[in-house]
């Protein structure tokens, strides 16, 4: 493992990469007026949180892990800092597991040793695979396998034939993220010069702003 101890500022992750992906006005605006977000309603919340119930219940195909989860966004470094320990330690199920790679932030659900390779499991609770998935799983390999190598990257998702939580579908998605590694790496550096700029980048409001979710910068963006 080449993963240094001092840790640098992480300036990016999976949720913002997502967001520069969608509009470079909305990763700018969340990382400089972030409390001026519009908050996600009731339903939203609940979709989160059934989200994180799948999650929890996934973790029961790989039983006794340990966890390395920040308490919170003021603790990733903390939780990095769990998953170096827990690798050294020859721990080999790891919930959470959390890397960086060049100020760049991702957790993965599950991270397994079997055999002596590293497998990687994202869980969703979808019934299938969604094309952001595979630009999610694209960043976490592309950090990861900076600080370990990876013989697979798989999503968990419910099983459409059983359609019932707890009825789960491993599906590898390695052949999908591998190519797209040269892009990833392309984008970081397009939205590190995002984030260096001192003014938001000017974008029109359009249906990208509902794609792959609804912007929470909407109303910002109407008074403009
Ligand atoms: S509302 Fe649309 S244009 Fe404005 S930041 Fe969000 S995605 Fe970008």
Excluded at 148 to 177: C, M, W, Y
Excluded at 185 to 197: C, M, N, P, T
């Amino acid at each position: 493992m080449n993963q240094a101890t001092d840790l640098p500022a992480l300036k990016l992750s999976k949720s913002t990469f997502l967001y520069g992906c969608q509009c470079h006005r909305r990763l700018w605006l969340y990382k400089n007026c972030y409390n001026e977000r519009e908050l996600p309603d009731k339903e939203t919340l609940a979709k989160f949180s059934a989200g994180t119930d799948i999650g929890m219940q996934a973790r029961l195909l790989f039983p006794g892990g340990v966890d390395a989860s920040a308490q919170g966004p003021l603790f990733l470094h903390q939780s990095i800092k769990n998953t170096i320990q827990y690798i050294r330690q020859w721990h080999s199920i790891i919930y959470e597991a959390a890397f960086q790679y060049e100020g760049v932030y991702c957790a993965l659900d599950i991270l397994v040793k079997k055999k002596g390779k590293w497998y990687a499991f994202e869980v969703k609770s979808s019934l299938q695979v969604r094309e952001y998935h595979i630009s999610d799983a694209a960043l976490q390999y592309f950090v990861i396998s900076r600080s370990i190598p990876l013989e697979d990257f798989s999503i968990i998702h419910l099983s459409p034939e059983e359609n019932e939580q707890g009825k789960f579908t491993a599906t590898s998605v390695l052949p999908r993220i591998l190519p797209l590694q040269a892009f990833i790496g392309k984008k970081i550096a397009e939205f590190r010069e995002v984030l260096d700029s001192n003014s938001p980048p000017i974008v029109a409001k359009g249906d990208h702003c509902f794609k792959p979710f609804a912007c929470d910068f909407q109303k910002i963006c109407e008074q403009k």
